[in-house]
């Protein structure tokens, strides 16, 4: 019994950690630069979000206070969505 029960347990632990990694994320700060071509939005502190193609960052500016949801993808930072304030 034992032999089976701790090879579960460890089955188990890892399938909740990488779930636990899959959780969106928020970040605040304010825009440094925008890409509609790339369809990235950076912030001050030089990261970098990556958006859905077809996006439109027209209602925002440079400068603007803004939290990005988003989640890592390897290096990647894929941002669902993007409110000013």
């Known amino acids: 019994m034992r032999k089976f029960l701790i090879p579960l347990m460890l089955v188990a632990s890892v399938g909740v950690s990488s779930v636990a990694l899959a959780a969106p994320s ?10 509609g071509k790339a369809c990235t939005v950076t912030l001050a502190d030089k990261a970098v979000y990556q958006f859905a193609p077809k996006c439109d960052f027209s209602k925002l500016k440079a400068g603007e206070k803004v939290a990005i949801t988003y989640t890592v993808s390897g290096k990647v930072n894929q941002a669902s969505a993007i409110t000013a304030g």
Not at 26 to 35: E, F, K, L, N, V
């Open 26 to 35: 928020t970040a605040h700060g304010a825009i440094q630069s925008m890409d």
